[in-house]
């Protein structure tokens, strides 16, 4: 297992908690913290006994404040260059693992920190948590997928209007737009992330990654390919031991029992 100085690894029967462990800064994203998630992931996505992963911020104010802009301006990089050897490599290894990925939202998430809460499958917040796409008060542009990601959960012009404005989107006005999963009183929000990790331990986990990588694809390919992509991983799916399982239980009407092979 990797050593982290900047998160928190942690696995525990099949399920990994990553939790961004800089809470003096609201959990700011410097390149040391955004190469370990990265490899948390990868170390994740490696380990077959793994199942679901769980994204978090250590403290209670901050999920992930963006980047570390003093970090930055001080490592010498370009903007380009920290986002194509650091975010841009974080973002897809979350996109790309083929587990699924909750996040539990405690607190703000802006600038890139929305953007990392966005590209996981899920996002479970606290009522009180809210994220923004601030790049523009700062005169930027939405970055870490953000572009991606926003037009395609809520449409372009509500993806314009919290892009140009930067304005606060509380957890229930997130989920009443379709920018998040699901929003829950603060007190409630480790009861309803264990409540989806129980889920997502015990379910078909070669079907999960299968629905990923296709999604994935999904807006930006014809009926035709996502046809056939279908067919591809459908035909993978049906020679492994979960369906075998899920088959077998379905015809004895009986509750399957999963191992993600």
């Given at each position: 297992m990797?050593?982290?100085?900047?998160?928190i690894f942690n696995n525990n029967d099949g399920i990994v908690r990553i939790s961004l462990n800089?809470?003096?800064v609201h959990n700011a994203l410097s390149l040391n913290l955004i190469r370990e998630i990265t490899e948390a992931i990868e170390e994740a996505c490696a380990d077959p006994s793994v199942r679901v992963i769980i994204l978090t911020g250590e403290g209670e104010k901050a999920f992930c404040?963006?980047?570390d802009l003093k970090a930055a301006m001080e490592s010498g990089k370009t903007a380009g260059e920290m986002l194509r050897d650091g975010y841009?490599?974080?973002i897809e290894a979350i996109r790309n693992i083929p587990k699924p990925v909750i996040c539990r939202l405690n607190g703000l998430a802006v600038g890139a920190g929305c953007?990392?809460?966005l590209a996981c499958?899920?996002?479970?917040a606290s009522e009180d948590s809210y994220l923004s796409q601030m790049f523009v008060h700062i005169g930027l542009m939405p970055d870490a997928g953000a572009s991606f990601f926003l037009p395609r959960l809520i449409g372009m012009a509500r993806a314009f209007e919290l892009s140009s404005t930067g304005r606060k989107i509380y957890a229930p006005e997130a989920v009443q737009i379709g920018l998040i999963s699901r929003s829950v009183p603060k007190e409630k929000l480790d009861e309803a992330v264990e409540?989806?990790?129980?889920?997502?331990?015990?379910?078909?986990t070669k079907a999960i990654g299968a629905m990923k990588k296709v999604f994935n694809q999904s807006f930006q390919s014809s009926l035709n390919e996502i046809l056939n992509l279908e067919m591809e991983n459908q035909d993978l799916l049906y020679h492994t031991k979960d369906a075998a399982e899920g088959i077998a239980s379905f015809l004895q009407k009986k509750k399957p029992d999963y191992q993600g092979k």
């Open positions: 990797g050593t982290f100085q900047n998160l800089r809470p003096e404040s963006g980047a841009n490599p974080m953007s990392l809460a499958d899920l996002v479970i409540e989806a990790v129980s889920y997502y331990r015990h379910a078909p």
